[in-house]
């Protein structure tokens, strides 16, 4: 027989209810307007977020940069994830950047003055992007 651990009792008294979004759920909308990027266009499809009713606690987004786009110094009030979907990017902190490509995870403190995006790569890149939901952004 089967033990069932608390975290099980748990999961059954929240009654939670997977959610599967397909690819071919939701819209991938141009974003190069907004004030944050630089340097060429950029696209982004929110997967689960406040705006899409699919995550309260978080935002997940994928986000594509053409070559030469780039983030500028900004800020967010919560940690950031980055994780690196295709091509070659570039993330800078502190003076310092670095060449990111797939599979690579960027982990972004609170706070932390930084950018990210294809940069001088010379390469498109696309990676998920992944905040707390009440996390804001202050572009500097």
């Known amino acids: 027989m089967r033990h069932l651990t608390p975290f099980h009792n748990w999961i059954r008294i929240k009654d939670i209810e997977m959610k599967i979004i397909k690819s071919s759920d939701g819209a991938t909308d141009k974003i190069t307007e907004m004030s944050i990027f630089e340097g060429g266009d950029v ?21 594509q940069f053409s070559a030469g786009a780039k983030t ?7 940690d950031q994830i980055l994780y690196c979907l295709a091509g070659i990017g570039e993330v800078g902190a502190n003076g310092k950047t670095e060449l990111i490509s797939v599979g690579d995870t960027v982990v972004i403190p609170a706070n932390e ?3 990210h995006g294809s940069g001088n790569s010379g390469s498109p890149m ?3 992007a992944l905040t707390k939901a009440d996390s804001e952004t202050e572009v500097l």
Request: no cysteine; proline share 0%.
């Open 43 to 63: 696209w982004r499809r929110q997967i689960a977020n406040a705006q899409t009713t699919e995550g309260e606690d978080f935002s997940f987004s994928i986000v």
């Open 72 to 78: 500028k110094l900004h800020t967010h009030s919560g």
């Open 113 to 115: 003055v930084h950018w």
């Open 126 to 128: 696309t990676h998920i």
